[in-house]
């Protein structure tokens, strides 16, 4: 994607090279008027192209945080920087070509009578007509697998296709930001497994990928760093193996959070912080090069515990 | 064990449909035992609760095939009020759930033995009840609507358990709950089966959880029955897989560790303890 | 009659016995009383009607602790007050008592009188409306208009009607941050406004039917449509003395409203 073709940055800060602006929070609190603090002086750095995962209880302050990129929502006090540029000039509608915001909930944005209308109605505001239009209206739905429903009306899909509708009338926006909010709820496994390969796909692509997610397999699956919230605040930042790992623990379960259970048998058996299946064989390979175990009566290596 | 709610070859077609939702479906629920339903999505599970509780056709019409009887009487002979005290259901969104007409936690749960012009004593004697079987005394003077998520959840759960039914069923109680709030819901449930010996239906996504609480599992494909059995069994068959359910963590663990050929199983089943 | 708890059976925070001369009357009395202060503000006629009601107001919004609230209720009434003074005091009809002449502009005596009258019976009538919800708790009310048979539906239409209402509202905002995260421009024409109301209002009114849907399935689940009267815990106190007084002062007030338009009682 080039800076001519996203109108939201058009008239706003400079995009890099790639065409993927690094989003900066600077010290950003939050308060509602009523008064709740919902950010306290969140500080927070992506790079163009990294894929991100936000996790933390309900009320942690995710949302909130994610609504303040696309300017749903502006900081009581410090910054969100769009490429080194405040974005509290740039009007919301701007903002969608550069950010796409995917809510937890499809029944507050499906409106539309057909699923291709729906899928159509975030490009469309940002100017794309005609055959570029149709294209990605075309691509966006095969992606999320509704490529046959292009003419059903939206209601008549089932919860999951519906929150999969949801998800393609953003991708076809190709902002160079997507940002997920639960989207494996409600989800079967592979309706989770759909959303593992978009996720892959766009920040394969060099996009960035922020995701909300309650869903900590999923999290240590698709994504190369976690970043774990409590009470507003940012508490643990890093790659899934670290975050995951035993001496993060504390600080998880302080969150309300549970390590993924390969993370705890990886530790246990004395491996490094080994989040995922696949991580966790993998390191077991490892240990005994070959994978075959040499002496089959020979007692596995002492136990973590 | 004694039956407390059975479908014996059950199938429903809603209004207007052409095909059926649900198909000759057979199960028991006993009680103080919970049953685990899972299945891909569209697969009839919310069918099979909408039907295990008679509001289908009983509420919303259709039509239903075979039998589904309570306690071993009809439900398509019951009014509405006389389900709800046979057979709780909640679905997965508690804030719809509650009635947003109460101030208290005690007044909301009291809201259906209220309903069946119960004396004072009895109802408060019965919201005091429920509110210790789900573990939330505490919450009894909170503002229903100022709660967490897993938190009115369970104030759903006890204004349901409070009528006394025979059983529960719940559709996917905890889809909208984060780590914390699954937590406390899945406890209730397990507490709930052990102590008051209600039958419990459960379907649910997250198979880690009703690997911790279910007794048995059904899997739902296209509207039938693919696989039952104890939960230990189902959730360990190969054909989950294909099915669209994932294995639970555990399972998916033992099975990698074997595929890579490596004889570890021991240590790693000492390391999952 | 309904069933009602014995005292002491109830903890504390359900029973909620209101204090106070004015609080403590039943939610009942109160809306009588706010039904008396508007028959009285609007129907006695001059200036009897309007300063008595603005007096007892007061005075029990004082004796309520909630008079600084209803001040700020009070200013609701503003654009329509401004609107009674200007179009009375500038366009009386055959007034000729003229205060000053500004141009083409005449205002009147006769014109400002009136105006002065009507804006004290808004205010009045606003301020007396103010009162009663700032003190009347909802479900206050509904149980005891329930325990003078009000149906258990009728309590529902209404109690869930209000209830739904900050959830209606939280609702809309969603939708409109969904819409405007895919890049609606709220701003712009009356045409471009009226072409975005269509993907906003759209799932506000989906979501609210599925809502109603599911609520009322739940509440079947705990035995809503039960036949006989439902029991009712909370008992609000009430008096012989209030029930005569409701009466006598209902009565009594459209009594009194009815010979002063006639013309058979005239008051200053």
Redesign the interface.
């Known amino acids: 994607m080039t800076a001519g073709s996203n109108p939201g940055l058009a008239a706003g800060p400079a995009v890099g090279s790639a065409g993927v602006p690094a989003i900066e929070f600077e010290s950003v609190s939050f308060a509602y008027p009523e008064g709740t603090l919902v950010l306290r002086e969140v500080s927070l750095r992506i790079e163009p192209g990294e894929s991100v995962a936000i996790v933390g209880q309900n009320g942690s302050g995710k949302s909130t945080l994610v609504r303040h990129l696309n300017g749903l929502l502006r900081p009581s006090s410090g910054r969100v920087l769009l490429d080194g540029r405040d974005t509290r000039p740039l009007h919301v509608a701007r903002l969608a070509g550069v950010v796409g915001l995917a809510f937890q909930n499809p029944d507050r944005q499906l409106f539309a009578g057909r699923v291709s209308a729906e899928v159509a109605f975030g490009p469309r505001n940002l100017g794309i007509r005609g055959s570029e239009l149709e294209g990605r209206v075309r691509a966006a739905l095969e992606e999320v697998g509704l490529a046959d429903d292009s003419a059903t009306n939206p209601y008549d899909l089932g919860y999951s296709r519906r929150k999969l509708l949801a998800l393609a009338s953003v991708l076809a926006m190709q902002t160079p930001i997507l940002i997920l909010d639960e989207p494996t709820t409600g989800q079967d496994a592979r309706g989770v497994a759909r959303v593992r390969e978009i996720v892959a796909r766009v920040a394969g692509g060099g996009r960035t990928v922020i995701a909300i997610s309650h869903d900590m397999r999923f999290v240590a699956e698709s994504f190369r760093r976690v970043v774990v919230m409590r009470e507003g605040r940012v508490v643990l930042d890093g790659p899934p193996g670290v975050v995951f790992g035993e001496a993060s623990w504390p600080e998880l379960r302080a969150a309300n959070l549970e390590p993924p259970l390969p993370a705890v048998v990886g530790a246990r058996l004395g491996l490094r912080a080994t989040p995922t299946d696949a991580t966790l064989v993998a390191a077991l390979v490892a240990v005994r090069p070959g994978g075959e175990p040499d002496d089959p009566k020979r007692p596995a290596p002492s136990l973590g515990s | 064990m004694s039956i407390r709610l059975a479908l014996e070859g059950a199938g429903y077609r809603y209004a207007g449909a052409a095909e059926p939702a649900l198909r000759n479906v057979s199960l028991q629920l006993l009680a103080g035992r919970v049953l685990g339903v899972v299945?891909?999505?569209?697969s009839g599970k919310s069918t099979l609760c909408l039907v295990a509780?008679g509001?289908a056709p009983g509420?919303?019409g259709g039509r239903l095939d075979g039998s589904v009887r309570i306690d071993g009487q009809a439900t398509t002979t019951m009014?509405?009020?006389e389900?709800?005290?046979r057979c709780?259901?909640l679905?997965e969104?508690a804030?719809?759930?509650l009635?947003?007409?109460?101030?208290?936690v005690?007044?909301e749960v009291?809201?259906?033995?209220?309903?069946?012009?119960?004396?004072?004593?009895e109802?408060?004697a019965r919201v005091r009840w429920a509110l210790g079987v789900v573990g939330i005394e505490a919450l009894?003077?909170r503002d229903p609507?100022r709660l967490?998520?897993g938190q009115s959840q369970l104030v759903?759960l006890a204004?349901?358990l409070a009528?006394r039914p025979g059983c529960l069923i719940l559709d996917?109680p905890t889809?909208?709950?984060?780590?914390?709030?699954?937590r406390l819901v899945a406890l209730a449930l397990a507490r709930i089966a052990r102590e008051t010996g209600v039958a419990i239906m459960v379907v649910e996504?997250k198979t880690?959880v009703l690997a911790e609480i279910a007794d048995e599992i059904v899997v739902m494909d296209r509207g039938a029955v693919a696989v039952a059995g104890p939960a230990a069994t189902v959730l360990a068959d190969p054909r989950l897989?294909d099915l669209?359910?994932?294995a639970p963590?555990?399972v998916?663990?033992e099975r990698?560790?074997k595929?890579?050929?490596?004889?570890?199983s021991?240590?790693?089943a000492?390391?999952?303890e | 009659m309904a069933v009602s708890a014995e005292p002491g059976l109830l903890p504390e925070y359900v029973r909620r016995m209101p204090d106070g001369r004015y609080r403590g009357l039943n939610p009942v009395t109160r809306l009588a009383l706010a039904a008396v202060a508007a028959i009285v503000a609007f129907g006695v006629r001059d200036w009897t009607g309007p300063v008595v009601v603005l007096g007892g107001v007061v005075l029990s919004g004082a004796t309520a602790g909630v008079l600084r609230k209803m001040a700020l209720f009070g200013l609701a009434t503003i654009p329509l007050v401004a609107s009674i003074l200007l179009v009375n005091t500038f366009f009386y009809p055959n007034a000729h008592d003229i205060i000053a002449r500004l141009g083409p502009l005449s205002p009147t005596w006769t014109g400002a009188t009136a105006a002065l009258q009507a804006t004290l019976r808004v205010v009045a009538f606003g301020l007396s409306a103010a009162l009663f919800a700032l003190t009347t708790p909802m479900d206050d009310l509904l149980v005891e208009l329930e325990r003078r048979g009000l149906g258990r539906r009728g309590a529902f239409v209404v109690g869930s009607a209000l209830g739904a209402i900050p959830r209606m509202a939280e609702r809309a905002r969603e939708v409109t941050d969904a819409q405007r995260a895919r890049g609606l421009d709220t701003e712009g024409g009356p045409w471009r406004r009226f072409k975005g109301l269509v993907p906003l209002v759209g799932p506000v009114v989906l979501g609210a039917l599925g809502e109603v849907e599911e609520r009322t399935m739940a509440l079947e689940a705990r035995a809503f449509t039960a036949p006989g009267r439902p029991t009712l815990l909370r008992r609000l106190p009430d008096s012989n003395w209030q029930r005569a007084a409701r009466w006598t002062l209902l009565t009594g007030s459209m009594g009194l409203a009815g010979a002063s338009i006639a013309g058979l009682v005239r008051l200053p």
């Open positions: 299945g891909p999505n569209e509780a509001l509420v919303i009014r509405p009020h389900m709800a005290q709780g259901l679905f969104n804030a719809t759930q009635s947003h007409m109460t101030r208290t005690f007044e009291s809201l259906g033995p209220c309903n069946l012009g119960m004396p004072p004593a109802v408060v009894a003077g609507t967490s998520g759903a204004s349901v009528l996917e889809s909208e709950l984060d780590p914390g709030g699954t996504h880690d897989a669209g359910v994932d963590a555990r998916r663990l990698a560790v595929a890579s050929r490596l004889d570890w021991a240590a790693l000492g390391a999952l």
